[in-house]
């Protein structure tokens, strides 16, 4: 499975976007990349998944190159409450092997006012 | 309606003792784990159950226990409770490529 690297912390201040990098050099063909937030004291959530170019939903985008080597999820006008670990993994979306993906430390960020 | 729900939330204990964390699931998954997640914030997967069997054990202490009755509870057994297993524990099911996790259990060993 790809192992993924990202920057363990960044800052921002309300309102502005905020993107974060993930570089995945071994991703393989069937590999696809999902993002995770964690908010202190909860579980992990889902925020999105992609296999190549942009992909967006309510809460974030996603852009991922042509070479797939790495992606970037990108939170639209930051607030306070989006203060939260985010982990992105890869994987082949085989249920069997969901199980294996590998959670490093994530990103945190820290929204300031 | 909670789609992963695990119980306790907080739990504080002795050493010595054994404790269960109980897990249940109502979006009709077939695959079920068990997370710890250490004082780093770094999540390992300890266990996996498919449709009630074991698919993956971690190099886990056999003091830890996994019960599964059926495909909607995976129950995490601990026995001889050491300082180090304080940790945060997480229950998740998953769906083609989505984990779904709860809330988690807040284990403390004095």
């Known amino acids: 499975l790809a192992k993924t690297t990202q920057p363990i912390s960044m800052d921002s201040y309300e309102g502005q976007e905020v993107n974060i990098t993930c570089s995945h050099n071994n991703i393989a063909t069937n590999d696809y990349i999902t993002w995770y937030q964690q908010f202190p004291s909860q579980g992990p959530r889902f925020i999105i998944q992609g296999y190549k170019t942009k992909v967006t939903n309510e809460v974030a985008s996603l852009f991922i190159p042509a070479d797939r080597k790495s992606s970037t999820l990108s939170l639209p006008r930051v607030s306070l409450s989006d203060t939260a670990v985010y982990y992105c993994?890869?994987?082949?979306?085989?249920?069997?092997?969901?199980?294996?993906?590998?959670f490093g430390q994530g990103t945190t960020l820290q929204v300031k006012p | 309606d909670t789609a992963v729900s695990q119980t306790p939330k907080y739990l504080v204990t002795q050493m010595g003792n054994d404790k269960s964390i109980k897990c249940e699931q109502n979006l009709g998954h077939d695959t079920m784990y068990w997370y710890k997640q250490d004082s780093k914030k770094f999540l390992k997967i300890m266990f996996s159950?498919?449709?009630?069997?074991?698919?993956i054990n971690e190099t886990v202490p056999n003091r830890f226990s996994p019960k599964s009755p059926d495909k909607a509870h995976l129950n995490l057994h601990i026995n001889s409770l050491e300082l180090g297993d304080s940790a945060v524990y997480f229950c998740?099911?998953?769906?083609?490529?989505?984990?779904?996790f709860g809330e988690g259990s807040w284990l403390t060993v004095v």
């Open positions: 993994l890869v994987g082949d979306g085989v249920s069997s092997n969901t199980g294996k993906l590998i």
């Open positions: 159950y498919n449709n009630k069997e074991l698919i």
């Open positions: 998740a099911s998953s769906a083609v490529g989505t984990i779904y």
